[in-house]
């Protein structure tokens, strides 16, 4: 009871702020006129025609991606089945597993100058958490308001065909996931206590650091690690906690108690968030690996069921959807602009190269990196090509693919894709709501052990730290609820794509370090193949 008190006491000043609009307000002007350079920076348009604008962030994403397809010969696609296989389990003797722990060999540990002494001899160590915990952690922090208002926001401005474009660049994410994890497993470190560390930091130090660019390797990783910690307050907590709000506000009504209390929809969440996070990446898989399955399952039962009910229509919406992919005369400027849209809403949703997901995807139980980067290469499947398309579909089918719409906000796009679902079932806003909810607070907790790991390689691997960031960010729970710093949260959106940069420099140059990680996994799964089939 005392702690509980003291926990309330501690949340009353940020709900005293958080009630002052006018404070907000006026913070979020300074904070909006301090910062805005910064968001314009990140998120300048490229101007190519008559309503083709284009963000740069785009290109090297897209490049950036066709690469990778390219250069690991289009293991996006022939790494699929592989990929299934691995989650199943059926790869599993592959890694030597004895007393439930993995044989340390020459092979699993990646010495470089600068690593921590005391965690190269555990190197190859069990790690922390199963592949498909893994993979549901990172779809986690993926999955969620861009698959429900972004999809809505994209056919709306782009029409149908933006769809085509959706999916195209989900597949060719995939191979962007596949090296950015496979480099979290390769440069990983683990603490004499199992914790694991890794992600982009790591390999953009040690990684960089073997091909003699040390210096270099440390600044683009302490870059990242900021970011990255700017995002996991904004994008990946205020704004998730913000929107979920504002749909239960609006669903609730104005008589009912929530309405006009963010600050207590707020501190429900953040406790909620806090019970997770304090565990670390063990209970927050623990968790993931339920919600995932459940809200993804629910969502794509839900659209199949319209997509049945119509299924006359299926063959004319992929045919509007083909058909405007290349000839949608008069819609955001034509082909191109179509295209873009297709592009942005797609990396903007399986965040493929902002190298965030390769934090999860490193406390995986594995001493074969390419191994967990081919679940990873699932991702984007899941997130953009399985998901998005479903919502793309759903929305063309019912008819709420109306450019008079475009111009919408997260919120507004939210309700759209509600209205569609609801002309099919008269529930399903119900449905959503608390889909909606579940997408939010599983992107939160995700994001908060990003947002930890970059925290933890800045400021040091020990508890004082680590409570310290854990109570900052259930703090900006409340705040995100009950505030509207739209300032804010566009610095953060910012520093989550500019995350991008240090990374994809990382990726390229270490690409040729995953292709040989690629090689001598395939080499033992063939290995043992031979060794039952004799």
Request: charged fraction near 15%.
């Amino acid at each position: 009871m005392k702690k509980l008190s003291a926990l309330l006491l501690f949340f009353i000043p940020f709900i005293n702020f958080a009630q002052e609009k006018g404070i907000d307000q006026k913070i979020d002007e300074a904070f909006g006129d301090a910062t805005g350079w910064f968001v314009n920076g990140v998120f300048y348009k490229i101007h190519f025609a008559e309503g083709v604008d284009v963000y740069w962030v785009l290109f090297p994403l897209i490049i950036g991606a066709l690469f990778f397809t390219f250069y690991f010969k289009l293991i996006n696609f022939r790494g699929f089945a592989t990929a299934i296989n691995i989650v199943r389990g059926k790869y599993d003797d592959i890694e030597e597993v004895k007393d439930h722990k993995i044989e340390v060999s020459e092979e699993s540990v990646h010495t470089v100058e600068g690593d921590i002494p005391e965690t190269i001899r555990v190197e190859g160590h069990e790690g922390e958490v199963s592949h498909f915990q893994a993979l549901t952690a990172a779809l986690s922090a993926t999955v969620g308001l861009g698959n429900i208002a972004g999809v809505a926001i994209a056919v709306t401005i782009g029409g149908a065909g933006a769809t085509f474009w959706m999916i195209i660049a989900g597949l060719l994410g995939m191979a962007s996931k596949f090296t950015e994890c496979t480099l979290g497993v390769k440069y990983r470190e683990i603490a004499e206590d199992g914790t694991v560390y890794g992600g982009p930091m790591y390999y953009l130090k040690k990684g960089l650091a073997s091909k003699g660019w040390k210096t270099t390797g440390r600044v683009l990783a302490i870059l990242f690690a900021i970011m990255c910690i700017g995002g996991s307050f904004g994008g990946g907590n205020m704004f998730q906690v913000n929107q979920a709000f504002q749909l239960v506000e609006n669903m609730s009504g104005e008589g009912s108690f929530i309405h006009g209390n963010g600050w207590l929809f707020g501190i429900v969440m953040s406790v909620l968030v806090g019970i997770v996070i304090i565990g670390g990446i063990k209970k927050i898989a623990k968790v993931t690996d339920k919600i995932v399955p459940f809200m993804v399952g629910t969502y794509v039962l839900a659209a199949l069921f319209i997509l049945i009910g119509n299924a006359d229509k299926i063959g004319w919406a992929f045919g509007q959807i083909f058909d405007g992919a290349f000839r949608p005369e008069g819609i955001a400027g034509g082909a191109i602009g179509v295209l873009i849209q297709g592009f942005k809403r797609a990396a903007f949703s399986n965040e493929a190269g902002i190298g965030s997901a390769s934090i999860a995807h490193s406390a995986v139980k594995t001493k074969n990196p390419a191994s967990e980067g081919l679940v990873a290469l699932l991702e984007p499947f899941i997130d953009t090509v399985l998901v998005c398309t479903m919502t793309a579909l759903v929305l063309i089918i019912t008819g709420f693919v109306d450019p008079s719409n475009a111009g919408m906000d997260d919120a507004q796009a939210i309700l759209l894709t509600s209205s569609a679902f609801e002309s099919s079932i008269s529930w399903f806003p119900y449905v959503l709501t608390v889909a909606v909810v579940l997408f939010a607070f599983s992107s939160m907790i995700s994001w908060s052990y990003y947002g930890f790991q970059a925290w933890s390689f800045l400021f040091g691997k020990n508890k004082r730290t680590e409570y310290t960031y854990k109570a900052l960010f259930c703090v900006f729970v409340v705040i995100g609820a009950a505030s509207s710093l739209k300032s804010v949260l566009a610095f953060s959106d910012a520093m989550i794509f500019a995350m991008m940069v240090p990374n994809m420099v990382g990726l390229v140059i270490l690409a040729p370090k995953v292709k040989e990680e690629l090689k001598k996994y395939m080499a033992k799964i063939k290995a043992a193949k031979l060794a039952k089939s004799q």
